[in-house]
């Protein structure tokens, strides 16, 4: 993605170079928009609280692999185990990784969940914005002196979008022919474009560069 436009509009490059931006860095793409902090923070809980518990069960497999590896003078037990005690300890620990895990992160997911849903844009103040995809382009088209999207009087781009700064933008996604994944990795959406239907998506820029 670029964002190289001067006076205080964002350039955004969408398409199939959306997928492969970013690939040499080792992160996430740097955030410029209003709302990215909410995916950068869920995904780092989710990176630390499964790093964790991966790190636990790994821990302990090289334990038990250690305590009870095959040694002289040692001789292997057969044992059933006690089916009462093995599941309790199971239970208890599917609890703590659910409760520890899977509801804490969808908690936090609700929460910026509702917080975006709270902040979107009242489609009379917002940019609308009308991209209809296809193989093997991304054609993006602009309200005219009308101020509606569709009518004769278009601004047509081909694979380019530009956006303002600081003003919450409502993109309306179509296909034209199979479904495109329409991806802006600095901006931190994500939406399909599925033919025969008109999906949206919002997102506000928050630099540009």
């Given amino acids: 993605m670029n964002f190289g436009t001067p006076h205080g509009v964002a350039a955004a ?5 959306n997928q492969t931006d970013g690939l040499g ?6 955030d ?10 869920l995904f780092n809980v989710v990176v630390v609280e499964t790093g964790v518990a991966f790190a636990v069960v790994v821990a302990l497999l090289v334990y038990f692999m250690f305590r009870y590896r095959s040694r002289p003078g040692h001789r292997a037990v057969y044992t059933h185990g006690n089916e009462r005690r093995h599941l309790y300890l199971t239970l208890s620990l599917a609890m703590v990784v659910f409760i520890g895990v899977d509801l804490n992160i969808v908690r936090l997911a609700n929460a910026n969940l509702r917080d975006i849903r709270a902040s979107s844009p009242d489609p009379a103040e917002a940019v609308e914005i009308g991209v209809t995809a296809e193989q093997f382009a991304w054609n993006v088209r602009y309200p005219g ?5 569709g009518t004769m009087d278009d601004v047509v781009a081909r694979n380019e979008m530009h956006v303002p700064v600081g003003k ?3 993109v309306k996604l179509r296909s034209r022919d ?5 991806c ?7 939406m399909d474009c599925v033919p025969g239907m ?3 998506v919002w997102f506000e820029a928050a630099q540009a560069g």
Avoid at 178 to 182: M, N
Avoid at 184 to 190: E, F, V
Wanted: hydrophobic share 40%; no cysteine.
């Fill in 13 to 17: 490059i969408v398409g199939v170079s």
């Fill in 25 to 30: 860095q080792w992160w996430l793409p740097e």
């Fill in 32 to 41: 410029a928009s209003t709302k990215g902090h909410h995916i950068d923070h």
């Fill in 145 to 149: 002196g009308d101020g509606e999207i």
């Fill in 168 to 170: 919450k933008v409502i």
């Fill in 178 to 182: 199979v479904i495109h994944s329409f």
């Fill in 184 to 190: 802006l990795p600095h901006l931190r959406i994500k």
């Fill in 198 to 200: 008109t999906t949206g």
